[in-house]
């Protein structure tokens, strides 16, 4: 009996594995500093996680397809240099140039990796450097700002108690959540991550869905930009430094596998993204040295994907 109560115990543990680490994580740092619970510094905190957040939601997506994309940051940069730059036309032609530029690059990357048959990092990477290019050229190496008053309100300010910027990020999430549980591209989606060959043969264009992944991602990197660009009042040539390793490392926290095949939203991504943001904004509150976030972010995602491992084993998805 003790036998059977223990193994439950340690499954019940596995299974919410990310969700305790999430509430330790909490418990600790507000121990030690209380203000870390106050609403002020919670909405800080979401605000903080809002823009890593959409771009890890489509993110999600492609490394559940088997993939991952390198340029997400810079796309979402150069989105967001393309929306400032417009503004003054209306949200309409605004927001439609920032969707035409995203697919476009979706289009693009999707079809060298899976027509083409071009490593993901070669193509996301070759990507990373064109979007970065087209941005300083875009904006002549300089930040934008004094938008108009359409562009601000859109990620500034609050509905009801929650920053509009978060509200987006939830739309997002629960959008590629959906997609991803309740569709039938979802589903092929994770058996193309799964077993691509068994895919193939089962009758699903994997070129197809892989392309689709790529586009999503962008589309979502070019929201984030956007949604970025309003919170700021302001467009940064050099915005979201570093900002496609922390996608990644949200999605890889939150229990998708690099492989693809599993993974998950909601609750996954968007507490891997919490766990982030809130590790960075206890560190700030402590009074650590900012250069020492990497080293944390760094453990985090080893522990992690070791706990992935361990998952993996007691089911049976990974062989010992």
């Given at each position: ?36 619970l106050e609403w002020s510094n919670i909405q800080s905190i979401l605000r903080g996680a809002a823009v890593i957040g959409i771009i890890a939601a489509g993110m999600t997506v492609v490394m559940v ?73 875009v904006s002549s190496g300089r930040v934008i700002r004094d938008l108009d008053p359409w562009l601000k309100s859109l990620a500034q300010g609050d509905i009801g108690p929650i920053p509009k910027a ?52 962008a589309v979502c990197s070019g929201i984030a930009g956007t949604v970025l660009t309003s919170r700021l009042n302001s467009a940064s040539p050099v915005a979201l430094p570093g900002g496609e390793l ?75």
């Amino acid at each position: 009996m003790s036998s059977i109560i223990w193994r439950r115990q340690r499954a019940l543990f596995f299974d919410n594995s990310l969700t305790i680490f999430f509430a330790s994580l909490v418990v600790i740092v507000a121990i030690i500093e209380p203000a870390f619970l106050e609403w002020s510094n919670i909405q800080s905190i979401l605000r903080g996680a809002a823009v890593i957040g959409i771009i890890a939601a489509g993110m999600t997506v492609v490394m559940v397809a088997g993939g991952f994309d390198l340029s997400v940051a810079r796309v979402a940069a150069l989105c967001g240099i393309v929306v400032a730059q417009l503004n003054g036309y209306g949200p309409v032609v605004t927001i439609g140039a920032m969707l035409v530029v995203c697919i476009a690059i979706g289009l693009v990357n999707g079809a060298l990796i899976a027509k083409a048959k071009v490593n993901p990092f070669v193509v996301t990477l070759g990507m990373l450097s064109i979007a970065s290019t087209l941005t300083l050229v875009v904006s002549s190496g300089r930040v934008i700002r004094d938008l108009d008053p359409w562009l601000k309100s859109l990620a500034q300010g609050d509905i009801g108690p929650i920053p509009k910027a978060v509200v987006i990020f939830l739309l997002v999430a629960g959008f590629c959540h959906l997609l991803l549980s309740r569709t039938q591209f979802g589903r092929y989606v994770y058996a193309v991550g799964g077993n691509p060959e068994a895919s193939r043969l089962a009758g699903i264009k994997i070129d197809r869905v892989q392309i689709w992944c790529y586009v999503l991602v962008a589309v979502c990197s070019g929201i984030a930009g956007t949604v970025l660009t309003s919170r700021l009042n302001s467009a940064s040539p050099v915005a979201l430094p570093g900002g496609e390793l922390d996608a990644i490392a949200a999605v890889i926290i939150g229990g998708t596998r690099l492989g693809g095949g599993h993974g998950n939203i909601i609750p996954g991504t968007v507490i891997g993204v919490l766990i982030l943001a809130s590790m960075n904004n206890g560190l700030i509150l402590l009074g650590i040295d900012p250069d020492w976030q990497g080293l944390m972010k760094g453990s985090v995602i080893i522990l992690a994907v070791g706990f992935d491992i361990l998952q993996g084993r007691r089911s049976g998805r990974i062989r010992s």
